[in-house]
């Protein structure tokens, strides 16, 4: 089983619709993240939270929202999904001790039509 | 504005030769660097990184120079591999890590 799950691993969804993408990890880390990616814009930080009780905004917040139900799980929302949503998204954990420990999920393919 | 640059999107390099993929970064506090490879259709996975307080990390085929009064990195892979075709992205670590755009990597036969 892998480190980090995330589901689904494609969705393809219409304008307006709400969806929610989950991610769960086994590594036991505090520390969890959403990072989306574009063609040739790389990986932006979307959400992250350091603990069950704490969320932050990361550099493009707009249009999603979080939930950390748990140490182990991590979700996205978009509450209402527009064409510019579409793109790749990645959850990633970390134990906190350095960028080498990011562990990331193989992410998830989602289409807003 | 970008924190992070990789000015090159893509890089041919054949079997065999180094590969020298080149970063620059704006924030003098930056303390740690790293790089990550992605394939397609997976996550990035780390590779090598550098602490601020050194100017060389090399692991195997991989090394990572780090010029601080430049602001700059750059990752050495000698010799090149065909398993070495995909994505690298130059990070920096703050709270959180900050990626660049990344740079694609083709090994040519």
């Known amino acids: 089983d892998a480190d980090v799950t995330q589901t689904p691993r494609n969705r393809i969804t219409k304008t307006g619709k709400r969806i929610m993408l989950e991610c769960s990890q086994t590594?036991?880390?505090?520390?969890m993240y959403w990072y989306r990616q574009d063609p040739g814009l790389g990986l932006r930080l979307i959400y992250y939270?350091?603990?069950?009780?704490?969320?932050n905004k990361g550099e493009i917040s707009d249009g999603y929202s979080v939930s950390r139900q748990a140490q182990a799980k991590f979700s996205l929302s978009l509450e209402s999904a527009i064409p510019n949503q579409t793109a790749l998204y990645f959850c990633?954990?970390?134990?906190?001790?350095?960028?080498?420990?990011?562990?990331f999920g193989s992410g998830t393919r989602l289409t807003v039509v | 504005d970008q924190q992070v640059k990789q000015n090159s999107p893509s890089l041919s390099v054949q079997e065999g030769r180094i590969s020298i993929l080149n970063c620059d970064y704006t924030?003098?506090?930056?303390?740690?660097f790293l790089w990550y490879k992605k394939y397609p259709a997976e996550g990035p996975t780390f590779l090598i990184s550098?602490?601020?307080?050194?100017d060389k990390n090399e692991d195997g085929r991989f090394t990572v120079f780090l010029n601080k009064s430049a602001k700059h990195l750059s990752l050495h892979i000698v010799p090149s591999q065909p398993g070495d075709s995909a994505v690298y992205f130059c990070?920096?670590?703050?709270?959180?890590?900050?990626f660049g755009k990344g740079t694609r990597l083709h090994i040519l036969p």
């Open positions: 990633a954990t970390s134990g906190g001790t350095g960028g080498g420990g990011y562990t």
């Open positions: 590594k036991g880390h505090d520390r």
């Open positions: 939270s350091f603990d069950v009780k704490d969320i």
């Open positions: 924030n003098s506090m930056f303390d740690y």
């Open positions: 550098i602490s601020s307080i050194k």
């Open positions: 990070a920096a670590l703050d709270d959180k890590i900050i």
